[in-house]
């Protein structure tokens, strides 16, 4: 049994378990700071601070998390504030969300934690509060950890529990992330849900007393995204005391909100246990992923600031964390399987021309048993398709002056495919149901894993591909794992979702300069834990102009435009080419057309179009946003992405239609807008991108932020890009 639980063991803590070289941390910055009176621990972010106390009794609980300054906690002595513990067991008092769920080896499922010690030092250059506390009696030892990112007021949890008999397992049956307590308050939570297509929907409701949970058991985010928005019911837009947060992980996840009435309200995130659970063997240890959590004064756009920019510069992977994203074309809507190397030339050929960056060929250019691209699972090229191989191929698209990417789909394979044939038991199964044809591979076997890796990186290795697109389209079914150790066989989820992060960092590993592109039927799994190991996310299979207006500003609640690709495509109501280029300009442009029907005057436009999005790309990816204008109330649409010196700014305006289906709730909007985030005493030059040779007009910061300009879109389906510079 041990040659089966063993390698996957070594996946789970590569993924999970952090390596936490420790270098004591310097007091002088009063980050964390240890305290007397209460004794415990205060944590100061640019914004807010987090206290912590540590009882006579031995136990740690949260005191506060809001406003830097404050010491009136208002809540501190109400018996259900006191109840919760920094990190809440299935234990004692029923009256709070747990965190941890453990069945020691005789029975008992009540834990009992107490305080063993505490250090403060550094991980990866940001202060860390180490906690270590241990069951009264059973061998348990629960250690949490609070990572500080100040400037972006946002603190990372995470929790690693260890067996520490000699002998006797310990089960447990949940284990989140981290809980935080709210002050007393009547709230409102904004979540991001959907479905397929329609991903990223901004849905806001009043957190009454009772218990809110929203979460994913299909390892695959594409009904909520893992991320939250809590405010006093009294906040705006852009004011007021705001928490947020994420979930950093890519299979099923949680988050519970439980409001006591006329009282405090517990956030708690991490792994979804729900039909899954873990035997800790003696010795042994789990960690979870993060779950990280955020304060501002500055309302639902500051939090998404402080969100965009924590993701942006901290969990973006190397090497291409700071570098600007590619203008790329992907050839699946003009050819779809239906490949050839001298087709996929002749398009790359137009997409050089109007300056594209980077040629994607997307699914069908493996070997299949029939015509079905979905048909996979083998990953070998169809040299009936490219009798020449990629290689020829990817030497005529670099020749154009272009990089070369390719789409994959590792985790799952078909019925009909030779490795199913020769493997089996590969797929997740149980047996006495017939299933699916389309399964899910067990990436939770570590022959599956090495047999992923080795397919993987020969691709990699024998063609010089510069970007992967890695898809995943089917939700996690028959999670069957029959040849296992029964006590193993609820853990496939979470070891699955370990060794896909093992496979990811060993990939980019081997091959740094790759580019990797998060996709999983559209924006199915984006969140950051997966974007801490890829570049970019596909937020949905919609793509056609409008939809996508009302997709990309939720998901910029969330996270940064320089990871939500946005292509241009003929789809959808009849807008102009200017027009999608123009919504599409608002994250990572791309063109998923068949440009081959472009005629001279559509290639003109794209020409000018990818000009300009190269000259303010920079403002674009890298800037600080400011969503100046909802298509979710409004029936346009404005972005203004400003420079980290507040001197250059770009403004994206968009009209939609102005009696569009089910836009009764919306308004026109203002005929004047107002922009933010200038600096008020510097003069602007505020012009029209498409006319190189207007002058523009000069404002002062002062006047365009607290006056405005005129909205300078005055018909349906128009659009605008605007540059506002400092005059010389």
């Known amino acids: 049994m041990k040659s089966l639980k063993q390698p996957i063991l070594v996946s789970l803590k590569l993924a999970f378990c952090l390596s936490l070289s420790l270098v004591v941390f310097s007091a002088s910055s009063q980050t964390i700071t240890e305290t007397s009176t209460p004794k415990g621990w205060l944590i100061k972010t640019k914004s807010s601070q987090y206290q912590i106390v540590l009882t006579p009794a031995g136990k740690v609980k949260p005191l506060y998390f809001g406003v830097a300054g404050q010491t009136d906690y208002g809540n501190k002595n109400t018996p259900w504030f006191e109840d919760i513990d920094e990190v809440p067991v299935r234990g004692e008092l029923p009256f709070k969300v747990p965190v941890l769920e453990v069945i020691f080896s005789d029975h008992v499922r009540d834990a009992a934690l107490e305080f063993v010690s505490a250090e403060i030092s550094s991980l990866d250059k940001h202060p860390l509060l180490k906690i270590v506390q241990k069951d009264k009696v059973y061998p348990l030892q629960v250690t949490s950890y609070i990572r500080v990112l100040p400037e972006y007021d946002i603190l990372e949890k995470w929790i690693s529990v260890r067996n520490t008999a000699k002998k006797g397992n310990i089960q447990v049956e949940n284990l989140l992330s981290g809980s935080i307590v709210l002050p007393s308050d009547e709230y409102k939570l904004t979540q991001l849900s959907g479905l397929p297509n329609t991903e990223f929907q901004i849905v806001k409701t009043d957190v009454t007393a009772g218990m809110k949970t929203i979460d994913i058991k299909g390892s695959k985010s594409t009904f909520h995204a893992p991320w939250f928005l809590a405010e006093p019911k009294s906040s705006d837009g852009s004011s007021g005391r705001a928490w947020f ?315 940064p435009a320089n990871t939500m690709i946005s292509w241009v495509i003929g789809a959808g109501p009849v807008q102009s080419l200017d027009y999608k280029f123009d919504v599409a300009m608002c994250g990572v442009l791309g063109i998923g057309d068949n440009i081959s029907k472009w005629t001279a005057a559509d290639k003109e436009i794209a020409r000018k179009k990818i000009e300009t999005y190269k000259l303010i790309r920079p403002l674009i990816q890298q800037g600080i946003l400011y969503r100046l204008r909802s298509p979710f109330t409004t029936d346009n649409s404005a972005l203004q992405y400003n420079s980290p010196d507040s001197l250059s700014s770009v403004l994206i305006c968009h009209n939609m239609a102005k009696y569009l289906e089910g836009s009764q709730d919306r308004t026109r909007g203002s005929k004047t807008l107002r922009l933010q985030g200038l600096r008020p005493e510097k003069n602007y030059v505020v012009k029209n991108a498409a006319n190189k040779d207007e002058k523009g007009t000069v404002y002062t910061g002062e006047f365009l932020m607290n006056v405005g300009i005129a909205w300078p879109l005055t018909k349906e389906y128009e659009s605008r890009i605007i540059l506002i510079n400092p005059t010389k």
């Open 245 to 559: 947060g994420s979930v950093h992980y890519s299979g099923n996840w949680a988050l519970h909100f439980d409001k006591v009435f006329n009282g405090t309200l517990q956030i708690v995130g991490g792994i979804n246990f729900w039909d899954s659970a873990l035997t800790l063997e003696p010795r042994e240890s789990f960690s979870t992923p993060k779950f990280s959590v955020g304060f501002t004064t500055k309302g639902a756009e500051g939090a998404a600031r402080s969100h965009a920019a924590y993701i942006r510069n901290e969990i973006l992977p190397e090497p291409h964390r700071n570098d600007l994203r590619p203008v790329l074309y992907n050839s699946w809507y003009a050819t779809k399987q239906y490949l050839n190397e001298d087709q996929q030339v002749e398009l790359a050929k137009v997409a050089a021309e109007v300056g594209a960056e980077l040629f994607m060929v997307d699914a069908g250019w493996y070997k299949v048993s029939g015509t079905d691209w979905h048909e996979i699972g083998d990953w070998e090229i169809d040299n009936k398709k490219f009798p020449n191989g990629l290689t020829s191929l990817i030497q005529r698209v670099n020749a154009l002056g272009m990089k070369f990417g390719l789409w994959v789909e590792p985790e799952n394979i078909y019925v009909t495919s030779e490795t199913y044939k020769k493997h089996p038991d590969w797929a997740l199964h149980f047996p006495n149901r017939d299933g699916n044809p389309r399964k899910t591979l067990n990436l939770a076997k570590e022959d599956v894993y090495q047999y992923l890796l080795n397919t993987l990186d020969g691709i990699l290795s024998s063609n010089k591909i510069d970007y992967i697109k890695w898809d995943q389209n089917s939700f996690l079914r028959e999670p069957g794992w029959p040849d296992a150790p029964v006590e193993m066989q609820r853990e496939v989820r979470i070891r699955m979702t370990a060794n896909l992060y093992r496979l990811i960092d060993e990939l980019k590993k081997r091959h740094p300069n790759v580019w990797f592109e998060s996709c999983a039927s559209g924006g199915g799994r984006t969140d950051p834990g997966i974007l801490s190991r890829m570049d970019m996310a596909w937020v949905s299979d919609n793509t056609t102009a409008l939809d996508r207006l009302m997709i990309q500003y939720g998901y910029l609640s969330a996270f």
